[in-house]
């Protein structure tokens, strides 16, 4: 396979502990097939210990080993689908790894609960992860992050970030005072 058509990813060779970690050079680039999709080049990538129970193995999870691993990301916006319009090839910017189908009509995404809907999946868990040269998500799940903030810090923000946020603003609603 030509070295255009593949990236380096970290991926794992069976489920277990880090021992079967390993970095492959032969993973398929992805391809931004959706009208609203954006193909990242990753210039950070984050930890999270959801990375670890993917490794351990996930009950009722599909993920098969040569997956790559990785729910948080900051890079380059490198493609985008002819309907994207938030963001431009060449724009810095972080990624939300919580993905949903933002078509969705039923009771939780109408409700704002997203994370409850059975099309919502998370990078790395349902989707390929962000330890890897590119990841491709829809044009909703990222943002430009101004040139001053740094790519590890940028990319350690989201998942954590937003597991709080949802925890503390979302659920339990505290607010001023
Ligand atoms: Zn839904």
Redesign the pocket.
């Known amino acids: 396979m030509s070295l255009f058509h593949t990236m380096r990813a970290l991926t794992f060779t069976a489920h277990g502990g880090p021992e079967q970690l390993v970095v492959r050079d032969d993973v398929p680039k992805p391809s931004v097939h959706a009208t609203d999709g954006v193909r990242v080049r990753i210039h950070a990538a984050a930890l999270n210990r959801l990375d670890l129970w993917v490794l351990q193995g996930i009950p009722g999870s599909k993920v098969k080993p040569g997956w790559a691993l990785g729910s948080d990301g900051a890079g380059i916006v490198e493609s985008v689908g002819s309907a994207v319009t938030s963001v431009k090839v060449g724009d810095r910017v972080i990624i939300n790894p919580g993905v ?2 933002r078509q ?7 409700d704002g609960d ?1 994370p ?5 999946g998370v990078l790395g868990e349902h989707f390929p992860g962000t330890i890897a040269d590119y990841v491709v998500v829809p044009e909703a799940n990222v943002r430009t992050i101004p040139d001053w903030l740094p790519w590890d810090v940028a990319a350690a923000f989201p998942l954590a970030t937003l597991t709080a946020w949802r925890m503390i603003v979302t659920r339990a609603r505290v607010r001023a005072g």
């Open positions: 949903v189908d969705c009509r039923c009771e939780y995404c109408r997203q409850l809907c059975l099309t919502y």
